[in-house]
């Protein structure tokens, strides 16, 4: 079993910065990818950064070049840096582990990100 807590979420102006901080324990698999994933009221809930144990990334086009994933492996962390922040990036972000070899997927409870006019 793998426990994600978030931090880091918060209410900030159009064109301004967050950073969200995911802290992984238990029994955390050797290959995995982390990442971060957000769901709007009423929408599905929608990647927006990945990275693999290897440091691969992956990012959603609504988001390249404006946020960054980043990820401490030795803290077993996974951040993102959010910058020139717009309304429509208001969602619950939540952060997700995901086990290359059993598939298994492990979510954490989400963090609330509210982007005003």
């Known amino acids: 079993q793998v426990m994600l807590v978030e931090s880091g979420g918060g209410l900030v102006q159009a064109g301004g910065s967050l950073k969200l901080s995911c802290v992984a324990s238990?029994?955390?698999?050797?290959?995995?990818?982390m990442g971060w994933y957000r769901q709007a009221p009423g929408e599905q809930r929608d990647m927006v950064a990945t990275?693999?144990?290897?440091?691969?990334?992956s990012y959603a086009s609504s988001v390249k070049g404006r946020f960054t994933i980043s990820r401490d492996n030795a803290k077993n962390t996974v951040s993102l840096e959010m910058n020139s922040l717009r309304p429509e990036d208001t969602a619950v972000y939540y952060c997700?582990?995901?086990?290359?070899?059993?598939?298994?997927?492990?979510w954490g409870q989400g963090t609330q990100v509210t982007v005003s006019t």
């Open positions: 997700k582990c995901r086990d290359y070899y059993t598939r298994a997927e492990y």
């Open positions: 990275m693999t144990s290897g440091g691969v990334t």
């Open positions: 238990g029994s955390i698999p050797s290959g995995n990818a």
